[in-house]
Structures are given as C-alpha cells and as structure tokens.
C-alpha cells in the first residue's frame, strides 16, 4: 500500500528565501508525481506533474525533481513571496491507479 | 472552461439526514474522482469513475456513502443516514486521458457539517 510522507508538516521563511518542501513515498513503482498548492478554504491547484520517466519539471519559480529509486520527489521554490503562503501536498499515483496524497506541507512567508 | 464546479459550498445539517452533494467536471474530461479531506485523515479518495462508470469504491467508508455518475457533466456523492463523523470538505476532481496520465483538476470542495 502506498504511503506518501511530507515533512516538516509546517514552515516559515523570511521573503526571498529559496527553499525546499520534501515528499518521500513507500512504492516506486509510480505512473507519476505531482504537487498541488492548496490555499485556505479553496480546493488544489496542480502546480507540477513529474510522469515516471522524467527527472524533473519546471515552472517559473518552482521545480520539481523526482528520484524513484530512493522513494522521493522536492518542490524547490526559488525567491519565495508572501504570496506564495499556502499548503503544498504532494501526491503520487500508482499501479491501483489511485492518487495517493500526502497531508501536507503548509508554508508562511512573511514579508 | 469554468472549472470543476461542485455544490453546494457549505451545508449544515442534523444527524440522520440525507446529503447530496453535487459535481460538474470539466467538459472532456472522462474520469472523476471524489475525494474526502480531514485535517486528522488528509486526502482520502472515496470513489473514481472512467467514462461514468465506478472504477474503484473502495475508498467508500459505509454503505452510507453512494456515489453515481448518470452522465458525463454530472456525478453525485449521497450520504444517508449522515453521522457527525462524515464532517469534511469534500472535493470532487477530474482529468482526462485516464486515471493514471493526466493533470488533477479540482473543484473549490462542499464543506460538510453534520450536528
């Protein structure tokens, strides 16, 4: 059964902080990765789909990498804004064609 | 497109009631997902269709829970009996190309409160 694992559970960064938000999974065997930002009382946004055979996506300020062998994925955040305040979950599809979610990293930024 | 579009927003209501709630994926799109979210429990995926039919209910907790896809711009999630532990934020997804190929795309989620 997969289990995805997102830690630290919470963080806070001064503006302009690089910074990277950690997601490790139990199965390998994965179709694909992906992280979602989630803000307050809204539903989730796909930020970055990493599919099983590629190492890594990019997005502006966001990239993310994919190691299978080693059960983990981050989401780097470069230059990070007070906009960018909001839960990032990762979450990782397998064989069960079930999307397996993490519970989250929520994320302060403070200007 | 709007968007996957779920409703209501918010529902209050007392236990032993009957709750509905509603969802519209996004046009093309030919799989859904409902998904259940607690702050103890995370994410949970209760139910997902392919092309409107039931693919995996595993995720179902009771038989209290039912879910039906009639049409492919429309799936409903039933609770009857509902119980004060089936208090959530339920969010409804969609994608295309299959369940194991596409990008996620949620709606704003029916938060659920049961007295």
């Known amino acids: 059964k997969q289990e995805v694992t997102q830690i630290p559970a919470a963080l806070s960064v001064p503006e302009g902080e690089n910074l990277v938000l950690n997601c490790s999974f139990t199965d390998s065997a994965i179709y694909n990765l992906q992280w979602f930002r989630q803000d307050p009382g809204k539903g989730l946004t796909s930020l970055l789909l990493?599919?099983?055979?590629?190492r890594e996506q990019t997005s502006g300020r966001l990239n993310a990498s994919l190691d299978k062998s080693s059960g983990r994925s981050t989401l780097y955040i470069a230059a990070s804004q007070p906009g960018d305040s909001a839960t990032y979950l990762c979450?990782?599809?397998?064989?069960?064609?079930?999307?397996?979610f993490g519970k989250g990293t929520k994320l302060t930024v403070n200007p | 497109d709007a968007g996957v579009i779920q409703s209501p927003r918010h529902e209050v209501t007392e236990m032993g009631q009957e709750v509905t709630l509603r969802c519209k994926p996004i046009s093309g799109h030919n799989s859904l997902f409902w998904y259940r979210q607690t702050m103890m429990r995370g994410l949970e995926l209760l139910i997902y269709f392919n092309n409107n039919v039931p693919i995996d209910d595993s995720g179902m907790p009771e038989d209290r829970f039912s879910a039906k896809m009639p049409n492919a711009s429309f799936s409903t999630l039933k609770i009857q009996p509902s119980e004060p532990r089936d208090s959530a934020v339920y969010f409804c997804a969609s994608t295309s190309g299959g369940a194991n190929t596409g990008e996620l795309f949620f709606g704003e989620g029916s938060r659920l409160t049961v007295l």
């Open positions: 990493i599919q099983s055979s590629q």
């Open positions: 979450a990782a599809q397998g064989g069960s064609e079930k999307l397996v």
